[in-house]
């Protein structure tokens, strides 16, 4: 059965500076610096900063762990909406998930482990392999597929990869099967030819379905610092975005990114990525998040 | 949006038209908007007071050059201090042969595609290359280093029933040896720098294989904690140089000033695309600029 890292464990505590231990210049400091090394952001560092000033101008007994409330509250606020919502599926079939990134963010993988997890939960899956650039990148999704016993659409190196979503989507509704996951090759968001192939992707998946895909999720890898934002902001003007995903949150990044590109974008996060196993992969919760960032809740 | 690094920097360097020299007093705002230009660029919040203390420490007493404004003073102090701290140490590899260079870096990272690029580019300098494929982890990782192998006719060692890396070194070592090749480069697994088991792979796998050269593959993309992953590999095996990858994308790349300041250890390659070709020596000025956002920098020192 499926046994869930803990979001715990893969953020650990923001240093000591939340400790019950009275505020004082440097403490303030210390705090300032744990919430830039969080890669929240310039904006959401001096909001949560501007806040514990204010209160610590008022009451100068405060304390780390009081400090670390306020900012908790202001993260809370920041992401407020950014859970998804739990029956996410729109019970057409296939539902079209299409997973979408920059190079090695974890798209793979993490068709994989959602693959394995709507399997898990009783859905008949299919996985598409539209990338048909990168050097044995058919044999990775392939023995995946294989290891978790997932059906697999896929073609040739060099094949185009709007047919090979096509053809899925053909073999996912003949077999009548609830999920199509595609994976697609990485790209930057910054070249413009990659992204022309990217939307020829959807409009040959709209031939079989006019509504698919009905989830572009881009895959975020969490060590990455302000750029994601704007790798965010281009998949979302080529592509439509309708939601995230946050890789690789099991190293030390505590992926503050997330929290800048839905500051600006508003798009919910429907999972993080927390290991390379099949289980390492977690439905998002701010309350996890924000209690793991302030080490709070515990 | 954030006001651009134009604007911000023009209105703060407005007092300091027409004083004689440079301290600490008249600069603080300057330096104020370089530190959140740092920042912004995903620049460690440590480094980039240091490098502002630096800065600081460099300008402070100089008396304003008749021919330029101040402004174009600090900032010509600033491109300097922060492309001299990007060069430092050179990006040649030792010269000897055979070299042997080990791989190794976070997941997703660059490394199997960086080896090929660098085999090739190697090739180039008359060295006879051969890749190692030291990754039993990732799904397909043997065949995509195969793969790449393949396409540029570079040889690759393989042992698809082995999960014993040092062993898979030191047999492909052999191997590369007895074919005459004299340029022989490990592909390692991405790690996350605090998986001890996997990091003392490495470590073991450094002690078999003798590496002339362990390069860190590190996206510039990176966040904060690229400070923690370079100091973390650098403690363990102690790495002779890094490569960023993914430049062709539009990260500022301040992690690059992370962890050359943190580790001392030189920049020596980057990546600027898919293709094997896509791959250059590192150049600390572009760097600098792209820090900065020199763009705009250069566009001030224009109208100042
Ligand atoms: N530690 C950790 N590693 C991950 C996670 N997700 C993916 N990885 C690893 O990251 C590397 C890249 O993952 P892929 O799934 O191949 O990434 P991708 O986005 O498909 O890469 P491209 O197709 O080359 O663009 C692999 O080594 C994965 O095992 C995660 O949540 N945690
Ligand atoms: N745009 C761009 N993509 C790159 C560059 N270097 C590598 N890539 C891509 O980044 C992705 C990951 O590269 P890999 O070489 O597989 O990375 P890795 O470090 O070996 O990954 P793991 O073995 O899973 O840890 C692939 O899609 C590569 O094509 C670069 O300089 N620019
Ligand atoms: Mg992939
Ligand atoms: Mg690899």
Same mark, same amino acid.
């Given at each position: 059965?499926?046994?869930?890292?803990?979001?715990?464990k893969?953020?650990?505590?923001?240093g000591?500076v939340?400790?019950?231990?009275?505020?004082?210049?440097?403490?303030?400091?210390?705090l300032?610096?744990?919430?830039?090394?969080a890669?929240?952001?310039v904006?959401?560092?001096?909001?949560?900063?501007?806040e514990?000033q204010?209160?610590?101008?008022?009451?100068k007994?405060?304390?780390?762990?009081?400090?670390?409330?306020?900012?908790?509250?202001?993260?809370r606020r920041?992401?407020d909406?950014a859970?998804?919502?739990?029956?996410?599926?729109?019970?057409?079939?296939?539902d079209v998930?299409?997973?979408?990134?920059?190079?090695?963010?974890?798209?793979?993988?993490?068709t994989?482990?959602?693959g394995w997890r709507?399997?898990?939960?009783?859905?008949?899956?299919?996985i598409?392999?539209?990338?048909?650039f990168?050097? &044995?990148a058919?044999e990775?999704?392939k023995?995946?597929? /294989?290891? *978790?016993? %997932? =059906?697999?659409?896929?073609?040739? #190196?060099?094949?185009d990869?709007?047919?090979?979503?096509?053809? &899925?989507?053909?073999a996912?509704?003949?077999?009548?099967r /609830?999920v *199509?996951i %595609? =994976?697609?090759?990485?790209?930057l #968001?910054?070249?413009?030819n990659?992204?022309e192939e990217?939307?020829?992707?959807?409009?040959?998946?709209?031939?079989?379905?006019?509504?698919?895909?009905?989830h572009?999720w881009?895959v975020?890898?969490?060590?990455?610092?302000s750029?994601s934002i704007e790798?965010?902001r281009k998949?979302?003007?080529?592509?439509?975005?309708t939601?995230?995903?946050?890789?690789?949150?099991?190293?030390?990044?505590?992926g503050?990114?997330?929290?800048?590109?839905?500051?600006?974008l508003?798009?919910?996060i429907?999972?993080?990525?927390?290991g390379?196993?099949?289980e390492?992969?977690q439905?998002?919760?701010?309350?996890?998040?924000?209690?793991?960032?302030?080490?709070?809740?515990? | 949006?954030l006001?651009?690094?134009?604007?911000?920097?023009?209105?703060?360097?407005r007092?300091?038209?027409?004083v004689g020299?440079?301290?600490?007093e008249n600069m603080?705002?300057?330096?104020?908007e370089?530190?959140?230009a740092?920042?912004?660029a995903?620049?460690?919040?440590?480094?980039?007071?240091?490098?502002?203390?630096?800065?600081?420490?460099?300008a402070?007493?100089?008396?304003?050059?008749k021919?330029?404004?101040?402004?174009?003073?600090i900032?010509?102090?600033?491109?300097?201090?922060?492309t001299k701290?990007?060069g430092?140490?050179?990006?040649a590899?030792?010269?000897?042969?055979?070299l042997?260079?080990m791989m190794?870096?976070l997941?997703?990272?660059?490394?199997?595609?960086t080896s090929a690029?660098?085999?090739?580019?190697m090739a180039?300098?008359?060295?006879?290359p051969?890749?190692?494929?030291?990754?039993?982890y990732?799904?397909?990782a043997?065949?995509q280093?195969?793969?790449l192998?393949?396409?540029?006719?570079?040889?690759v060692y393989?042992?698809?029933d082995?999960?014993?890396?040092?062993?898979?070194?030191r047999q492909?070592?052999?191997?590369a040896?007895?074919?005459?090749?004299?340029l022989?480069?490990?592909?390692?697994a991405?790690?996350?720098?605090?998986d001890?088991?996997?990091?003392?792979?490495?470590?073991k796998l450094k002690k078999?294989?003798?590496?002339?050269?362990?390069l860190?593959?590190?996206?510039?993309?990176l966040?904060?904690?690229?400070?923690?992953?370079?100091?973390?590999?650098?403690?363990?095996?102690q790495?002779?140089g890094i490569v960023?990858?993914?430049l062709d994308?539009?990260?500022r790349g301040g992690a690059?000033?992370s962890?050359?300041?943190?580790?001392?250890?030189?920049?020596k390659?980057?990546g600027?695309g898919?293709k094997?070709?896509?791959?250059?020596?590192f150049?600390p000025d572009?760097?600098?600029q792209r820090?900065?956002?020199?763009?705009?920098?250069?566009?001030?020192?224009e109208?100042?």
């Amino acid at each position: 059965k499926r046994t869930t890292p803990t979001f715990y464990k893969a953020f650990g505590k923001v240093g000591g500076v939340f400790s019950g231990k009275k505020l004082d210049q440097g403490s303030l400091d210390d705090l300032e610096e744990a919430l830039y090394g969080a890669d929240f952001g310039v904006e959401t560092a001096t909001e949560i900063m501007d806040e514990i000033q204010a209160a610590y101008k008022k009451d100068k007994s405060l304390r780390g762990q009081d400090a670390a409330v306020i900012g908790a509250a202001v993260l809370r606020r920041v992401l407020d909406g950014a859970e998804p919502p739990e029956d996410f599926l729109t019970g057409v079939n296939p539902d079209v998930i299409c997973l979408i990134g920059v190079n090695g963010s974890g798209k793979t993988t993490t068709t994989a482990k959602l693959g394995w997890r709507f399997t898990d939960d009783g859905k008949g899956v299919t996985i598409g392999a539209c990338d048909t650039f990168r050097a &044995a990148a058919n044999e990775q999704i392939k023995a995946w597929a /294989e290891r *978790l016993d %997932l =059906d697999l659409i896929s073609s040739h #190196h060099g094949a185009d990869s709007a047919a090979v979503a096509f053809d &899925a989507w053909q073999a996912a509704k003949s077999r009548n099967r /609830e999920v *199509l996951i %595609l =994976d697609t090759a990485g790209r930057l #968001h910054t070249k413009g030819n990659l992204m022309e192939e990217l939307k020829k992707i959807r409009r040959v998946l709209q031939k079989n379905d006019p509504t698919a895909p009905h989830h572009s999720w881009l895959v975020v890898d969490g060590s990455i610092g302000s750029n994601s934002i704007e790798q965010a902001r281009k998949f979302h003007e080529s592509f439509g975005l309708t939601g995230l995903i946050i890789t690789k949150l099991d190293g030390t990044s505590r992926g503050g990114a997330l929290v800048g590109i839905y500051r600006e974008l508003k798009l919910p996060i429907y999972f993080v990525g927390l290991g390379e196993q099949k289980e390492d992969l977690q439905p998002f919760s701010v309350d996890n998040y924000v209690n793991a960032i302030f080490g709070l809740g515990e | 949006m954030l006001e651009s690094l134009t604007d911000r920097m023009t209105s703060a360097l407005r007092n300091l038209r027409g004083v004689g020299k440079l301290s600490e007093e008249n600069m603080a705002d300057a330096l104020k908007e370089v530190r959140t230009a740092l920042l912004s660029a995903d620049v460690h919040f440590k480094v980039a007071r240091q490098f502002v203390e630096d800065v600081k420490a460099a300008a402070t007493g100089q008396e304003v050059l008749k021919s330029v404004t101040p402004g174009q003073q600090i900032i010509k102090i600033i491109n300097d201090e922060l492309t001299k701290l990007l060069g430092e140490g050179s990006t040649a590899l030792k010269d000897k042969k055979p070299l042997r260079i080990m791989m190794v870096g976070l997941h997703g990272a660059g490394k199997t595609t960086t080896s090929a690029k660098l085999a090739k580019r190697m090739a180039k300098n008359g060295y006879l290359p051969a890749l190692i494929a030291c990754d039993v982890y990732r799904p397909a990782a043997i065949d995509q280093l195969e793969t790449l192998g393949q396409r540029e006719e570079i040889p690759v060692y393989t042992d698809r029933d082995s999960k014993d890396v040092p062993k898979i070194g030191r047999q492909g070592l052999e191997w590369a040896k007895a074919q005459g090749r004299d340029l022989i480069i490990f592909d390692t697994a991405g790690r996350l720098q605090i998986d001890e088991n996997l990091v003392q792979e490495i470590v073991k796998l450094k002690k078999e294989i003798q590496p002339d050269e362990i390069l860190l593959v590190a996206d510039s993309a990176l966040g904060q904690e690229a400070v923690n992953v370079a100091q973390h590999f650098h403690d363990a095996v102690q790495l002779t140089g890094i490569v960023l990858t993914k430049l062709d994308g539009d990260a500022r790349g301040g992690a690059a000033l992370s962890m050359k300041a943190i580790t001392n250890v030189p920049i020596k390659f980057m990546g600027t695309g898919e293709k094997i070709e896509e791959f250059d020596v590192f150049h600390p000025d572009r760097m600098a600029q792209r820090i900065l956002g020199m763009g705009d920098v250069v566009s001030l020192v224009e109208k100042a």
